[in-house]
């Protein structure tokens, strides 16, 4: 699946892309956002990965209260949105420096990223492949 991800960014054009992006979209900045808010919440690898920090940290000690939670809680929610702010931010600031060419190479070169990173997975699910890996 990595590899097939990969190999559709690589030979993707951005062109078409900003092409549709022009078009105003009946969803609209709310629905951008709900959609994009459910597909977050709903990821269970960050589910499960915050799971596993909290049990591993003992975050909320022996006795949890109310307000350990709560602060937890907005520690989180207020990380996530100055971290989403500060990308969207550094986005706006370079985006201008975006030409169809850099937009192409970003493409290929991360394309060809994944799509070895997943054949990468691919070779050490199978354990007779193991040894001819650097990894070991």
Do not use: C, H
Request: hydrophobic letters at 55%; zero cysteines; glycine letters at 8%.
């Amino acid at each position: 699946l990595l590899m097939v991800v990969g190999l559709r960014i690589y030979f993707s054009n951005p062109l078409k892309q900003i092409r549709l992006k022009k078009k105003v979209s009946k969803k609209g900045l709310l629905g951008d956002f709900l959609t994009l808010f459910f597909l977050t919440v709903s990821n269970p690898v960050a589910i499960v990965v915050f799971m596993a920090v909290f049990a591993g940290t003992s975050v909320f000690g022996d006795d949890p209260s109310f307000w350990i939670e709560l602060f937890v809680l907005f520690g989180i929610l207020i990380g996530a949105g100055l971290w989403w702010y500060t990308l969207s931010a550094l986005v706006n600031l370079f985006r201008r420096k975006f030409r169809l060419r850099v937009l192409i190479t970003i493409n290929r070169v991360s394309g060809v990223i994944i799509t070895i990173l997943g054949g990468f997975l691919i070779l050490v699910a199978f354990e007779p492949f193991r040894s001819m890996l650097p990894m070991g």
